[in-house]
């Protein structure tokens, strides 16, 4: 049964930085995409980042475009997040989620901020404060 684990999340200074993992269980093969999405407390879910597993194209949203990069390592089925500069607004759940199979093209899951993505992980929670 295909799954994603997320770790990495915990406590980040404003400035500061943090990496979230996402290990993905099967082959990658299996995955078209996968994204990181966060939710802050009262607010709705939002696409962070994502990457074609493949070809490696990237999306990122404004608000953390310069500030966050994802890649993925094929090898271990895992996608990482790096958050530099962080600021208190990034502090929220953030689920890392995946296309298996490629349903829409990569114009489509970027434009529609990592949309399209099926598979879900439990989440890790990233608080930032000095």
């Known amino acids: 049964q295909s799954q994603l684990v997320e770790s990495g999340g915990g406590l980040g200074q404003p400035g500061g930085s943090l990496t979230l993992s996402c290990a993905a269980s099967?082959?990658?093969?299996?995955?078209?995409?996968i994204g990181w999405f966060r939710q802050a407390p009262g607010k709705e879910r939002e696409g962070v980042s994502c990457i074609n597993f493949g070809d490696g194209y990237t999306y990122y949203a404004p608000s953390v475009k310069g500030r966050f990069t994802i890649s993925r390592d094929n090898a271990k089925n895992t996608v990482y997040l790096v958050m530099n500069n962080l600021k208190p607004e990034d502090a929220g759940d953030y689920f890392c989620?995946?296309?298996?199979?490629?349903?829409?093209?990569?114009?489509?899951?970027?434009?529609?901020?990592?949309?399209?993505?099926?598979?879900w992980g439990q989440g890790t929670l990233v608080t930032v404060s000095s």
């Open positions: 989620a995946a296309a298996q199979g490629r349903r829409v093209s990569w114009a489509v899951v970027a434009s529609t901020q990592c949309g399209n993505l099926e598979l």
């Open positions: 099967g082959p990658t093969t299996d995955y078209y995409a």
